[in-house]
T-cell receptor, first 114, second 112 residues
């Protein structure tokens, strides 16, 4: 079946611009996560959605970062007034809830801020 | 308490050798331990997972060994191949909760 889909795969933008990153989770997966991965580094948790609500936003680095999820499906991560330190790969993952369910990751959006 | 410590940070192994990556945790409530494999330009992909009611799980050349008393688990890659060169992440979670704690990753290079 289809996996987690993220778009765009690459995004280059100028400092100060706003960017919007999209995640299409696996159908039926109610849990959705965003992570940030800097070059050669680990996975930095950003935000968790259960359905359309986000009970854990603790990883968002600043108020320039926001995310929403609509219809319990597609999610968008928005970064306003981008800074060079925002350059990273942004990964989305989804999973079924209940029991021991693995996260399934998309291939990420590689964001470069000039 | 919520950390998962992964070692080594990087590993170089000859083709045909055994690659071993270790993870340690503190929170005894963790009861699900997956390993992920990540190739450059791709997202992490689930490789193999274990629950603490078993001490070992094997899938092909990949084996997880679990030591509940020591609060450690490890990934063994037998007969390592150049195609296994990737970054490996261990993780821990508590069933029924949403939180995953990831290790910091191990960059494996298998020499041909």
């Amino acid at each position: 079946g289809a996996g987690v889909s993220q778009s765009p795969s690459n995004k280059v933008t100028e400092k100060g611009k706003d960017v919007e990153l999209r995640c299409d989770p696996i159908s039926g997966h109610t849990a959705l996560y965003w992570y940030r991965q800097s070059l050669g580094q680990g996975l930095e948790f950003l935000i968790y959605f259960q359905g359309n609500s986000a009970p854990d936003k603790s990883g968002l680095p600043s108020d320039r970062f926001s995310a929403e999820r609509t219809g319990g499906s597609v999610s968008t991560l928005t970064i306003q007034r981008t800074q060079q330190e925002d350059s990273a790969v942004y990964l989305c993952a989804s999973r079924r809830t209940g029991g021991s369910q693995p996260q399934h990751f998309g291939d990420g959006t590689r964001l470069s801020i000039l | 308490q919520q950390q998962v410590k992964q070692s080594p940070q990087s590993l170089i192994v000859q083709k045909g050798g055994i690659s071993i990556i270790n993870c340690a945790y503190e929170n005894t409530a963790f009861d699900y331990f997956p390993w992920y494999q990540q190739f450059p330009g791709k997202g992490p992909a689930l490789l193999i997972a274990i629950r603490p009611d078993v001490s070992e799980k094997k899938e092909g050349r990949f084996t997880i060994s679990f030591n509940k008393s020591a609060k450690q688990f490890s990934l063994h890659i037998m007969d390592s191949q150049p195609g296994d060169s990737a970054t490996y992440f261990c993780a821990a979670s508590i069933s029924g909760t949403y939180k995953y704690i990831f290790g910091t990753g191990t960059r494996l290079k298998v020499l041909a």
